[in-house]
């Protein structure tokens, strides 16, 4: 590698469904057994990214919620369960990644669920590679679900590494372009998108390419490093590696060849640096209002009653714990040709 060619890396590891004994829904649920649970996953995490690191990885992702605190984020019947098991899995991922992080020099970047005062954040943390915290992002667009007892963030930061600029996403969030656009508006050359569902190639390409940057998607099962270019640089391909990893250049990232048509019309080779410079920001005033032209064709309301669904859920994941056949699915994004 060059003197300013960095590696970046995403783990994948595969959805594992928690014991009945750390499942609140379950009649034989216990919360010690949880924090045994939560621990391990922890751990296994912690042990991609020290692999990714001793790879030689200069920044590496892993995906959402790796304490798995997905059940009881949900958990309605007694939410003081979440807020425990939140609280002390934020501190152990804290201590353990920090660890991974100064052990291996490595940049670090983790989805987990973490208090502060009476709130409770889904936040993606930056370690640096002393294993202090960079910085922290909080997932803004919220699933109806987390938002339950989940607060969303309010902003898109980018945090400067010795590597670059660096932000993050999570999950949900790239399902609204505006999400990576802000994030690259505010300077990230680099985006980390921790998540547990798994993106098309498509929208990762899109993503990247639109907004002009490497977009790390660690997710339960491909992960995925793209380029500005669109370009898919590592794969971990249906989990059968469980750390993609690829060698970049930033200052080269977006650089035209001298006979582009775009470099001869505007002066400019970097594509990153002309569209940034050719913005229109003054016609983008419907970007920014929360009831566009757009929304006027739906009725007002139409969201689901929070308790309403958490009983139908309920009912669903008991059904699940006694081995039977679930009455919903996620399987609900069009397949392209």
């Not at 014991?19 to 216990?30: G, I, K, L, M, T």
């Not at 954040?121 to 640096?128: D, H, K, T």
């Not at 990576?180 to 980390?192: P, Q, S, V």
């Amino acid at each position: 590698m060059g003197d300013s060619d960095i590696r970046l890396a995403a783990v994948c590891r595969g959805w594992h469904d928690c014991p009945p004994e750390a499942n609140p829904y379950s009649d034989v649920f216990s919360l010690d057994a949880a924090r045994r649970w939560s621990r391990e996953q922890i751990e296994a995490f912690a042990g991609l990214l020290d692999q990714a690191g001793e790879g030689g990885a200069d920044l590496a992702v892993a995906g959402e919620d790796i304490a798995y605190l997905g059940y009881a984020m949900s958990y309605l019947d007694d939410p003081s369960i979440f807020r425990t098991l939140a609280s002390e899995t934020a501190a152990q991922v804290h201590e353990i990644l920090g660890e991974v992080a100064r052990r291996r020099g490595a940049h670090l970047v983790a989805s987990f669920f973490e208090p502060e005062g009476d709130q409770i954040f889904n936040v993606a943390v930056l370690w640096g590679g002393d294993g202090e915290v960079i910085g922290r992002y909080r997932k803004v667009h919220l699933p109806a679900v987390e938002t339950w007892l989940i607060t969303p963030g309010d902003s898109f930061p980018a945090f400067e590494t010795g590597l670059g600029l660096v932000g993050m996403l999570i999950c949900y969030d790239d399902m609204w372009p505006e999400s990576t656009a802000a994030c690259a508006l505010n300077g990230a050359r680099i985006i980390c998108h921790p998540s547990a569902a798994t993106p098309t190639d498509w929208r990762l390409r899109t993503r990247a390419a639109d907004a002009q940057v490497f977009y790390i998607s660690a997710t339960t099962r491909r992960s995925r490093i793209v380029s500005p270019s669109a370009h898919i640089l590592a794969d971990t391909e249906e989990r059968s590696e469980p750390v993609a990893a690829a060698d970049v250049n930033l200052a080269d990232a977006s650089v035209c060849d001298a006979d582009h048509w775009e470099y001869i019309y505007s002066g400019i080779r970097d594509h990153r640096e002309r569209h940034l410079k050719l913005r229109r920001a003054h016609a983008y005033g419907p970007l920014l209002d929360p009831n566009p032209p757009a929304l006027e064709a739906y009725p007002a309301g139409g969201l689901a009653d929070p308790r309403a669904a958490y009983e139908k859920q309920k009912v669903q994941y008991r059904k699940g714990l006694r081995g039977e056949k679930q009455d919903y699915t996620w399987q609900w994004t069009p397949k392209l040709p």
